[in-house]
């Protein structure tokens, strides 16, 4: 016991000085008080001597660990930084015999880890009392014995140590015997008692005495036992052992039954005299639970379990007596070997968990410690860490590993790890153990939504209901909870002018986007709006998207058309040859149709005609062609009605009338009224009349000046035309012209229109067969042409310049007519 004590003195500061080597920034604080002390007193300042932020020390999880799973016998108050007593400490519970009682604490912080070793040197106080191993103690004594002989008594056993172990003895006064205190080779002291007077057998029989040990403590205490002397009549020798020290090595964890070492003395007396027992002397308690001693044999063989982890060395004396109670005494050692038996433990001293997943690589998540009990090799541990995991281990302080993070996290990829680390130690066969640990990954807003579209495209038919859904988006956010909820909204934009809001809406949580009016395709064709998805983290992660809403055409215009001309005008009149042949071009029918593609893909058809089958139409030109030549039994005045459709579906349609007048000669017109049908064209009769009434009268003054002159001065007139009737180029109103080429059919389907704007000056071949003829004189045109514009002035929203042109036309060629007669009739 006082060698183990010795040996944890002496590796003490070696194991400081190592400390202090290996970690210059690691302080050791070593502190000494009484067993014994109440629980919560305090035993010094620890963040003071350390030189430790007493603020910080609650921060970085300030605590005291101990090895293994030690009792924990003192604590750190981290408001004060002091050092106190956590439970009772009993030196002689923890220590024994042991000279010097250390216990050895680690101060652990975190934030850096930081580990600062503690030892508790805990002082004795004398709280034990002397024992004697027996209550009595008998000695047989000759009756011969001389003055001088001595008696070797066991000595008393104090469980203090230094002074207050056993100090001395005393003996009960009496006439017989004094004591001598020896002291033997190991320095341990033994009591004898002196015989200084002879003993008369027949005077006395037996002797009884009181023995007393004292401790050094202040104030001292005592224990004391019973001597009992018998007087006998006969010689005796004491046995004596065969060796005097008798030491053994044993490997820990032996069976039962082990003989560990066998002791043996002899006495050279006869018989009875010569029968030699032994004992235990001096044996701590601990030891005579595990050992035992054959009383006959003196083999000493093992009765409990022996684990070298509690202790490695055991002494005892063993006595040996004969039957006269002569003794003599021997030491036995048993050193007990280190076995691999404990497998290195780990501990989990700290974890944080869940782990952001956006911590830096480098980050301390944890701290393990490793232990083994076992010495030496078979106490070397090596910690290791599962593959595949993006954390590594960091030997830190003594058997200490920082688990640190090694490559970036992803929560989004793996949540969540199930790990284990495994500690192996050196021994021969070497042990290990592993333990699993369950670390969380934490979310951080890391991830903007994503739309599953990179656009998106509505199609929309116009006329649609305010409110109808337009189309849905969707985007995803792979974060957790809030920070992976996506809103929708729309990008406040104009359109065409307008907010965008007031065209769409968007539902936020489902992404459906509503019309919020009804759409004109005829107004735009499309329109694009930028949609954002945003998550709800903090800060919060967007991003955006564009919706292309396409209108759809519907057929909801109807063809208009622009000539013949619906409105006011009757006398939209074409004049036909009669030497005109079959096939000819006698007139065109022009319409357009806002809407576009099929809505505006116009056929003609003849709904009915005054002689049907002498003209077609042209389904999808709109020209109109004699189909067969025209004989003299038909009707000079022909009448069409032409219906035109689009194609869209339903079909919308439009018709107009056409007047055809089948004639080489103006003479050969009958009166006009007679082709008005209906009531619009008979204001257009009365002024004609209004004209014809006035030219008339005009002629007549003119042809009463002409004749005048005639027969004044018998000279010719020279009268001069030039074919001044023009048919206008440009028939398509501006706001037709402007029809967008962007689809490909629309521009085919417009080609009626543009040809017909080309070709039509052409197709009005009357126009140059009257330039041969003369009229008057320049004045007269101009005279017609003024009169026109004033008429004009009347009804300006009906007239138009071809109109005026027409009835110009019209009106020379009656003009012509009524001076033709005129001559003749003159003539
Ligand atoms: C890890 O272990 C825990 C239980 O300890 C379990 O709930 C979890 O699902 C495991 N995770 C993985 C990724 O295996
Ligand atoms: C969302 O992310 C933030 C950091 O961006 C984090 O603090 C928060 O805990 C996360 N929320 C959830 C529910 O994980
Ligand atoms: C839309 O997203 C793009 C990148 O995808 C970004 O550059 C742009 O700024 C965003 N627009 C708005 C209005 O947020």
């Not at 224990?223 to 046995?239: E, F, Q, W």
């Not at 809407?595 to 077609?616: C, E, M, P, R």
Request: net charge negative.
């Amino acid at each position: 016991m006082a060698l183990n004590g010795f040996l944890d003195l002496m590796l003490m500061p070696c194991l400081c000085l190592l400390m202090l080597v290996v970690r210059d920034a690691q302080g050791d604080v070593s502190y000494s008080f009484p067993e014994e002390m109440k629980p919560g007193s305090v035993i010094g300042n620890i963040a003071k001597d350390l030189g430790i932020d007493v603020k910080r020390l609650a921060a970085r999880k300030a605590r005291i660990d101990t090895e293994g799973r030690g009792k924990r016998y003192c604590d750190i108050n981290v408001n004060t930084g002091e050092l106190t007593v956590a439970e009772r400490i009993d030196r002689e519970e923890i220590c024994g015999d042991e000279v010097s009682c250390v216990l050895k604490f680690d101060l652990i912080l975190e934030q850096p880890l930081e580990l600062h070793r503690v030892s508790l040197q805990v002082e004795d106080i004398n709280d034990n009392a002397p024992v004697f191993s027996k209550d009595v103690i008998t000695f047989e004594i000759r009756e011969s014995a001389v003055r001088g002989a001595r008696y070797r008594v066991n000595e008393a056993h104090d469980a203090d140590i230094g002074q207050n172990t056993v100090r001395g003895y005393v003996l009960e006064k009496n006439e017989h015997f004094s004591l001598a205190v020896n002291t033997n080779n190991y320095g341990r002291k033994y009591v004898e008692l002196v015989l200084d007077k002879e003993i008369d057998r027949e005077l006395e029989k037996e002797i009884k005495l009181i023995l007393t040990a004292v401790d050094g403590g202040t104030p001292p205490k005592s224990g004391s036992v019973t001597i009992h002397v018998n007087v006998l009549d006969a010689n005796d020798n004491a046995p004596v052992f065969s060796q005097t020290d008798y030491r053994s090595n044993l490997p820990e964890n032996p069976p039962l039954g082990t003989i560990v070492v066998t002791v043996s003395a002899t006495d050279v007396d006869e018989g009875l005299n010569g029968k030699v027992t032994y004992e235990f002397g001096r044996i701590s308690g601990k030891a005579k639970k595990i050992f035992s001693l054959d009383q006959g044999n003196g083999q000493i063989t093992v009765t409990g379990h022996i684990d070298f982890e509690e202790a490695s060395i055991y002494e005892m004396t063993v006595e040996a007596k004969d039957e006269f109670g002569l003794s003599s005494e021997a030491n036995v050692l048993i050193k007990i070997l280190d076995i691999n038996d404990n497998p290195p433990e780990i501990f989990l001293k700290s974890l944080h968990t869940p782990v952001p997943e956006n911590v830096s690589p480098g980050t301390e998540v944890g701290i393990i410690n490793v232990q083994d009990k076992d010495t030496e090799n078979n106490g070397q541990v090596r910690l290791s860490i599962q593959q595949n995991v993006p954390f590594k281990l960091v030997p830190s302080l003594k058997s200490y590993y920082s688990l640190v993070v090694e490559g970036q996290l992803d929560r989004e990829l793996v949540s969540d790890y199930n790990f284990t680390v495994t500690a192996t130690d050196e021994g021969s066969p070497p042990l290990s153990s592993s333990k699993t640990i369950h670390l969380l990954i934490a979310d951080v807003n890391d991830n903007h939504p994503v739309f599953e579209e990179q656009f998106y495209n509505a199609h929309v038919k116009e006329n649609n209901k305010p409110g109808s859904s337009v189309c849905k988006v969707a985007a995803t956010d792979s974060d957790w909870r809030q920070n992976g909820t996506v809103v929708y909204s729309i990008l406040p934009a104009d359109v065409n002018g307008s907010p965008v809001t007031s065209f769409l809406s968007i539902n936020g949580d489902t992404g459906v986007i509503h019309a919020v009016r009804s759409f004109d395709y005829e107004q735009f064709k499309s329109f694009k709006v930028l949609v954002l998805a945003r998550d709800n983290g903090s800060p919060p992660l967007s991003s955006n998207v564009t919706v292309n809403v396409f209108i759809i055409d519907e057929n909801d215009n109807s063809p208009q058309i622009l000539y013949p001309s619906l409105e006011g005008n009757t006398f939209m009149t074409e004049m036909v040859p009669k030497a005109t042949q079959s096939g000819s071009l006698v007139s065109k029918v022009i319409a357009v149709d806002a809407d576009s593609g099929q809505n505006a893909w116009l056929s003609y058809h003849i709904v009915k005609a005054t002689d049907s089958g002498l003209f077609t139409i042209g389904e999808h030109s709109g020209e109109i062609r004699l189909q067969k030549d025209i004989s003299e039994s038909i009707n000079i005045k022909q009448n069409l009605i032409v219906s035109v459709k689009d194609n869209g579906e339903p079909s919308l349609s439009a018709t107009c009338s056409l007047y055809l007048l089948i004639s080489d000669n103006l003479a050969e017109v009958p009166e006009l009224k007679d082709m008005s049908y209906d009531d619009s064209s008979s204001k257009l009769t009365f002024y004609l009349i209004i004209a014809l009434v006035s030219v008339s009268t005009f002629f007549l003054t003119f042809i009463i000046i002409i004749l005048a002159v005639r027969f004044c001065h018998r000279r010719k007139p020279r009268i001069l035309f030039d074919g001044a009737v023009a048919i206008p180029s440009a028939y398509l109103p501006p706001n037709y012209a402007d029809v967008e080429g962007a689809g490909t059919l629309r521009s085919t389907y417009n080609y009626d229109a543009y040809l017909t704007t080309g070709s039509r000056t052409s197709d009005f071949k009357f126009v140059t067969s009257y330039n041969d003829v003369t009229l008057p004189s320049d004045l007269t045109l101009k005279n017609v042409q003024s009169s026109m514009d004033d008429l004009s002035g009347l009804d300006g929203d009906t007239f138009d310049s071809s109109k005026v042109c027409f009835f110009t036309d019209i009106l020379i060629r009656i003009l012509f007519r009524l001076i033709i007669i005129f001559f003749s009739f003159a003539k």
